[in-house]
Structures are given as structure tokens and as C-alpha cells.
């Protein structure tokens, strides 16, 4: 990097305030007109910039990573989860990478949270219903949903966000069950009521929903896969709010369509924007639009977040979010 201000290239529209920021700090180039990078722009800005604060949307796999230029010495990414970034390329390529914990956690359980209730009580399905003026007045036993309240959830990932979708779901009146790499702390279980499940498999056949809360790593791809999901009661209720290919979408969609599961609220798909198609004309699902962290206020603090991780790293200090691949 030059003795001048550092080069940075932003992928994707940032919030205001945050785009702002970097303007002052640093010679950046935006991405005004938020169309996501293609490939060969992707390839283009790792060759000319010093920084790159990509998001979810730019897969930064080993054959990109190895063209960089070697003016580039970071990758300040824009979101918690870096499964799109090769770790390991990076690494070999001596870039330094950083991501953006802890202030999406809470947003993020609100949206598990949300698409618990929903897909429980069949809010957007009545929403749907309503305007399709399906609504002829209370009925006694029309669009019946299943109660929340006296029910057992699985966590699958304990970590900050599945923490916080626990505290939630205990706050509902629910029995908090969970599965993890490792055990939490017997405090951490005392507040939440929490039972730990060593074997994921055992947990799954005795739970009424499911959340899952874990990173995508190599492990955690179709950790939920036909076979897995064949262990749920029929009754189980299934909220993804990690990433799509943590669950094989296809196998869930064929078991909601035949009512081998009762229903499901996700956020995140396997081929993300892709839907599979057979879930697009289900009932007995909700789609968000990978709304986890969408707030002004989360969306505000990832953007500060890539700017603290850059500026530590400029002032020769091991920005706060490095991320380091896995031994
Ligand atoms: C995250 O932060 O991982 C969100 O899913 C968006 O990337």
C-alpha cells in the first residue's frame, strides 16, 4: 500500500452513514447501483484493490483468490458468515480476513424467532388468505396452527445466535434442547433450562422444532440431510436462519409436500436467490428473503464493524474480527 489513502473496493451498496465513513478514511470506490460483481469483477477488483469488503454475495473461491494482485493484503467482509470466501486460499495468499460477529446476533433471533411463530401459527399463509378474501369470519376450526407455548426446541449450534434464539424461544414458554461441537457452559444452561444433546440424531427424534443456528463449514453441509430429517416427528417444525445448504432443500420440500413434516420458516435457501420450486408452491412454508441481520441499525454496525477491522489492520494492529481458517 501506498503512503497515501488506502484503496478499498466495496462490492455492494453499504448503508449511508457507512459509505460516508469510508469516503473520509479511505480512497473507496462503491458500488452505487448494488449490482452484485460479476466473476470477471470480481477478478478485476482483486487485482487493483489494496482492501476488497465483499458480502455473502461474492464467492471468493481458491482459483479467484490465487489471481489477486499482490497489492491486496485484506479482505474486510461485510456479514459473520465467511463461507463464501476460501479460507485456506486466502490464507496461502498471505490476505489478512475479517468478518462482522456479535452485532447481528439479536436481529438474527428475532427473525428465527419470527419465522417460528409463523410458521406455527400461519400468520403469512392467513395473510395470503385474507387478501384473497378467503376471511369470512371467525370459524371455529379454519387455519388451526400448532401451539408454541409447552414446546420442546432444538438448537442445533449454541453459539451467540443460537443463544439468542433459546432465550427467546424460553421466554415463549418452549424447553430448550440443543445439540453443539461442544457443550456450553452448565451457567449458560441453568439461564436457558437447556439440555445438551451429544448425539444430534437422538435430539431430532425427540424435539417439536427445530432451529438451526450453526456456521457452514465442511461438517455442517446437509447436516440436515434426507436421512436426518426423516428422524423428525411428523409434527416438527423446521427454521433455518444459518445457511441454505446446511439442509438438503429438496429433501425438506418433498417431506412438507407430503406431510412428513408439519412445517418449516426459512430464511436462507441452498441455492440462494434460488428457490426450489416445490417450495415456492407450499403452504406449510414461509420464505423470507435472508432478512436475518436486515436493519438500519445491524445493516449500520456491520458497516462500522468492516471499518474498525480495516482501520486495525492499517494501524498495524490484528483487526478485532479476524477470522483464521480452521485448524
Ligand atoms: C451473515 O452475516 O452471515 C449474513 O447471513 C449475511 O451474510
Known amino acids: 500500500m501506498s503512503d497515501t489513502k488506502p484503496f478499498v473496493i466495496v462490492t455492494r451498496k453499504f448503508p449511508d452513514p457507512v459509505e460516508a465513513r469510508m469516503r473520509e478514511l479511505f480512497t473507496v470506490e462503491l458500488n452505487p447501483d448494488d449490482t452484485p460483481f460479476t466473476r470477471d469483477q470480481l477478478a478485476d477488483a482483486l487485482s487493483r484493490a489494496d482492501i476488497l469488503a465483499p458480502t455473502i454475495t461474492d464467492k471468493l473461491d481458491a482459483d479467484l483468490l490465487a489471481g489477486a494482485g499482490g497489492q491486496l493484503k485484506m479482505i474486510a467482509n461485510f456479514g459473520v458468515g465467511v463461507d463464501h470466501i476460501d479460507l485456506n486460499a486466502a490464507h496461502a495468499k498471505g490476505l489478512v480476513v475479517s468478518n462482522t460477529p456479535g452485532v447481528l446476533t439479536e436481529d438474527t433471533a428475532d427473525i428465527a424467532m419470527a419465522l417460528m411463530l409463523d410458521a406455527a401459527r400461519r400468520v403469512t399463509e392467513g395473510d395470503r388468505r385474507t387478501r384473497a378474501g378467503e376471511f369470512k369470519g371467525w370459524h371455529p376450526v379454519w387455519m388451526m396452527g400448532r401451539s408454541v407455548h409447552g414446546k420442546s426446541l432444538g438448537v442445533i449450534g449454541m453459539g451467540r445466535i443460537g443463544q439468542a434464539v433459546a432465550r427467546r424461544a424460553a421466554g415463549f414458554g418452549m424447553d ?8 456450553v457452559s452448565g451457567a449458560i444452561e441453568t439461564t436457558l433450562g437447556a ?5 444430534l440424531d437422538a435430539m431430532l427424534g425427540r424435539v417439536d422444532f427445530v432451529s438451526v443456528n450453526c456456521p457452514r463449514t465442511p461438517t455442517t453441509y446437509h447436516l440436515l440431510d434426507a436421512r436426518r430429517l426423516a428422524l423428525l416427528q411428523p409434527h416438527a417444525i423446521v427454521v433455518n436462519t444459518a445457511r441454505g445448504d446446511i439442509i438438503e432443500e429438496a429433501a425438506l420440500a418433498a417431506m412438507l409436500a407430503d406431510g412428513r413434516l408439519a412445517a418449516a420458516g426459512l430464511d436462507v435457501y441452498e441455492f440462494e436467490p434460488r428457490v426450489e420450486a416445490q417450495l415456492l408452491g407450499l403452504d406449510n412454508v414461509v420464505l ?27 494501524d498495524g494492529h490484528r483487526p478485532p474480527d479476524r477470522v483464521v481458517p480452521a485448524e
Request: hydrophobic fraction near 35%.
Open 288 to 314: 423470507a428473503p435472508h432478512l436475518g441481520s436486515g436493519t438500519i441499525e445491524t445493516r449500520t454496525a456491520m458497516g462500522e464493524k468492516v471499518i474498525v477491522n480495516i482501520k486495525a489492520f492499517l
Open 195 to 199: 439440555t445438551y444433546w451429544e448425539d
Open 176 to 183: 430448550i434442547h440443543y445439540h453443539n461441537r461442544s457443550r
